[in-house]
């Protein structure tokens, strides 16, 4: 070493003044070469001193003697570090894009992509060149499973990472420990999504969760149907001790049972920052709600709690009352399909006096609670409620009526749906009524109503007036009571229907009806319906020109168009 930076010093010194010229217009020439346009974005020019007239010779002999120098060697080992940073980034682009992706530095979406353990093989050598990436989505590919650990030992490239989903993808216990053994290498990590793995539970799930207390920024776990069992719940329970910054937990479509809500909820209260708790289709049942109406008060945060689909739970939430009078931050409460009963709804009505945050409200196919719900309608916080979903809830005429008194107070309703309630028919004039242009309605289900004509024309009437002019979605299906006259009515006045997506007015499945008469009012409407995306039409039978023009119609706005083939055939017959 010493006799090389001999050999330079004297070689230096051996230099004639020619070679001293020449040497100054060699540096000349390459300093312009480094600053062209094409080679500038990819070699970033090197700091020399070039200013002060030094030699390179020298300048290479002297950065020999020590790294710490600027010198063509630095240079040399920038450049080799960038030809290498653009020559991976050309083959994570490679990569992504043959898989039908786009690529991206922050965010590596390769959902339903049927990956295979060589791709993710081949991803994990890739990782050294995203050292920006912080969402990465490996959703929806069953082939993944068992060769996680060919990723998971790359993720110390990837420090900034903040959500990674990899859901549905038929993990393994080893995958978990694996992932799990990794958590240390993304310490910024908010996000993790589970969801969909079998192998998760079947108390596999410890071989992540003894490794969670790494994760202490993660905000968001996702564990829907992972089949999560007793021994499961212990290990997530004992995992969200550590876990205090936690803001969202799904374990939706897991049967805990009450011992497993048990295990849960008695490690809630070091969650305080928990913002959304879902647990449908969990197999709750009336001890179940008792036990997490306990645990509820050290949620005082709770924005979101989902407790649908528990069909045991009928009966129970009288043991949840004070709980949920303390949860006064809560926007949407989701109790849809839970066999709720008067005395549920009766706690309801002594509880959301105290949820002045209360914007969305599912209640949807409860079928019992259908008169009682006009005690509760009034007690809500009707200015600040966007969505009201009473589908399938055996309306009775007086609650009706009680909605139809309210529907002026409800200013920023968004999504209403009265769906499958015969009554709602009976009084839809009167729910229209009050609507008027500044009205924010985007959804409207009203399918399996009995609507009429006459129901036609009043929705008519708010077109005209501009009350539905936000409407996005409007679901008339199962109808079949309303006549030509009404359809042709409506279609007259869809240019109140500006942004509309989706329209459904299909019929009941042992239904069939000719679509003839108003299919021309119908075709006269479409251009006036700019944002449509979506046409259900099933079963009302076309004649095979009719449905010819229906589809040229639609041919240039990309619309999907839901009409039965049997109904064209039946016609045709």
């Not at 997530?236 to 876990?243: K, M, P, R, V």
């Amino acid at each position: 070493m010493e006799s090389d930076q001999q050999r330079g010093r004297e070689a230096s010194q051996k230099r004639s003044p020619l070679d001293l010229i020449m040497n100054q217009i060699r540096r000349k020439t390459s300093f312009t070469e480094r600053k062209k346009p094409s080679m500038g974005r990819l070699f970033r020019p090197s700091v020399s001193s070039d200013k002060n007239g030094e030699i390179p010779e020298t300048k290479e002999a002297e950065s020999s003697e020590g790294k710490d120098s600027t010198g063509p060697g630095t240079e040399s080992s920038d450049t080799d570090s960038e030809i290498s940073s653009v020559v991976g980034w050309g083959r994570v682009k490679q990569f992504v894009q043959k898989l039908g992706k786009m690529p991206d530095s922050q965010s590596l979406s390769l959902a339903h992509c049927d990956l295979t353990a060589t791709d993710v093989v081949e991803l994990g050598t890739l990782l050294p060149f995203l050292a920006q990436l912080e969402v990465m989505d490996l959703s929806w590919n069953d082939l993944l499973g068992g060769s996680l650990k060919a990723l998971t030992c790359h993720l110390q490239h990837v420090g900034k990472l903040k959500v990674l989903k990899v859901s549905s993808c038929r993990l393994t216990a080893q995958d978990l420990t694996a992932l799990g053994e990794a958590l240390d290498c993304v310490p910024l990590l908010e996000m993790l999504d589970l969801s969909w793995n079998a192998g998760v539970g079947g108390g596999n799930l410890h071989c992540l969760t003894k490794h969670l207390r790494s994760a202490s920024s993660l905000r968001e776990l996702h564990l829907v149907d992972c089949h999560l069992s007793e021994a499961d719940a212990v290990a997530l329970g004992e995992a969200l001790l550590s876990l205090t910054c936690l803001e969202v937990l799904d374990l939706s479509n897991n049967k805990l049972m009450v011992k497993g809500v048990e295990h849960v909820a008695s490690s809630l209260n070091s969650t305080p920052q928990l913002k959304t708790l879902k647990l449908s289709m969990c197999g709750l049942n009336q001890d179940s709600l008792a036990i997490l109406g306990e645990k509820l008060k050290f949620l005082p945060g709770l924005e979101h709690l989902d407790l649908s689909c528990n069909k045991e739970s009928g009966g129970g939430f009288s043991t949840m009352t004070t709980s949920l009078s303390l949860l006064t931050h809560l926007k949407c409460l989701d109790m849809h399909l839970c066999c709720l009963t008067e005395d549920d709804i009766l706690v309801l009505v002594q509880a959301v006096p105290s949820l002045g945050e209360l914007t969305e409200l599912d209640l949807g196919s409860n079928k019992s609670v259908g008169g009682v719900l006009r005690s509760l309608l009034p007690v809500l916080p009707l200015s600040k409620m966007k969505k009201l979903y009473l589908n399938n809830c055996g309306l009775s005429p007086e609650t009706c009526q009680a909605l139809a008194t309210t529907m002026q107070s409800l200013r920023q309703l968004e999504c209403l749906n009265l769906s499958w309630n015969k009554s709602a028919g009976e009084i839809l004039q009167q729910l229209l009524e009050p609507l008027q242009a500044d009205c924010k309605l985007e959804e409207l289900r009203l399918s399996s109503c009995d609507l009429t004509t006459e129901d036609m024309l009043h929705l008519e009437s708010a077109c005209k007036r501009g009350a539905l002019s936000k409407l996005k979605l409007l679901d008339l299906s199962y109808n079949g009571s309303v006549g030509d006259g009404g359809w042709v009515s409506l279609f007259g006045a869809v240019a109140g229907l500006k942004e509309l997506q989706e329209l459904d007015i299909s019929l009941r499945p042992s239904a069939s009806l000719s679509a003839s008469p108003w299919l021309p009012a119908l075709l006269d409407a479409l251009p006036q319906l700019p944002s449509l995306h979506r046409l259900a039409l099933q079963r009302w039978a076309l004649g095979a020109g009719e449905r010819e023009k229906l589809e040229k119609s639609l041919s240039k706005r990309n619309v999907v168009l839901e009409c039965d083939k049997a109904a064209l055939v039946e016609k045709v017959s």
